[in-house]
């Protein structure tokens, strides 16, 4: 037995174990599938060996055909020598098992977008297409990083688009440093395909110099997220009225102008970023107290299943600033018919009257991360809040 195929071994064993599930006989013609591990067990299987073997031929290059038993996954990694930047003979290796045509994972291009659409809304069928249409199109129109996906991956059964996950990778400037960040948006496989899912996964979250964020995982998808080595950087949100709270002195809050100079105290970063948000339907206003001002994005939103008409806390550059404003942005609000501000808090905000709810006691506020940089709590932009919507 090879030293890579006893460490592959090894690891199926020890996740097995680990997620108490019973193994079959690990021969070479077992598909893969078949083995007792799911599609989120291989994916932490695949993840460790990158880490022991120091290689992931699954990420070797944009197109990747996938493995069906057993011994092909053991070839895959006994044959590859992948090199940072550089097309690993891996990914040229077709499966030799003709029992399943080829699956594969690409990135989506516009002209898949009907296909799209069409898996979209199998996954969401609370969604009409036309709602997927439309965020897909503002997806296709805005401003990206290069040299990662516009939209996100595909996975393919020979022709047959059989599963997706949507990613919105963006970048952002933090105290003079370059991030992208990446918000894990909506996914669907077919339920024929789902053994592939956490290998769909696996792919979308490749980039290590990208910080992959989580905003809107179900309570039930916790604990598979963080064996994922995901981390929670917020946990509870507050549904705040911040009319109570009182003024500050001395500040005073405008809308947003977008053919006005605001000189020093709004760089041209901030500036496009409220410009680009006022474009998708954002609320942006300016809080001016003395030289200072500070920006502020809200969108409106329904909370409690619709019952509750709230304005959800977009951006701002700290939550203490809108703690420090509540009482005068609530009066700016409430002139606009706005009473409840929604917002990421993991505990109360000293100051703010309202109402807080943890993540761990609701199931819902709850934001993971894995990367270098945690992202900023409470920052929603260039997310799917914003292209898709509530």
Known sequence: MSETRAVIISQFKRVAEEQNKKLTRLDDDLVLFESGLDSLCVAVVIARLEDELGKDPFNAS????????????????????????????????????????????????????????????????????????????????????????????LLEHGQKKVGLVLLIFSERNIEGESFIFCNLSSWYVEPLYRGYAGLLNSKATRHSNVTYFNISADSHTWPMIEVQSFKSYCDGEMIAIPVLSPKAIDAKVEEFEIARDYGQFLGNEERELLITHIHCGCVALIVRQGDKFSPFLFMHRRSFRGLLPTLQLIYCRELQEFANYAGAIGRALLRRGGVFVRLDAPSPLPGVKGIHFSGQVSGHGRRYYRGPRPPRIGDFTFTETIFFGF
């Open 62 to 153: 944009e197109g990747v055909n996938f493995p069906v038993t057993l011994g092909d996954f053991i070839r895959l990694y006994e044959r590859g020598n992948c090199i940072p930047g550089r097309t690993s003979e891996v990914s040229k290796i077709k499966m030799v098992d003709e029992r399943i045509p080829q699956i594969q994972i690409r990135q989506i291009q516009s002209s898949d977008i009907e296909d799209v659409v069409e898996l979209l809304s199998k996954g969401f069928p609370k969604r009409r297409p036309a709602y997927w249409r439309r965020a897909l199109q503002r997806l296709s129109e805005r401003k990206a990083p290069p040299l990662y996906p516009r939209f996100g991956y």
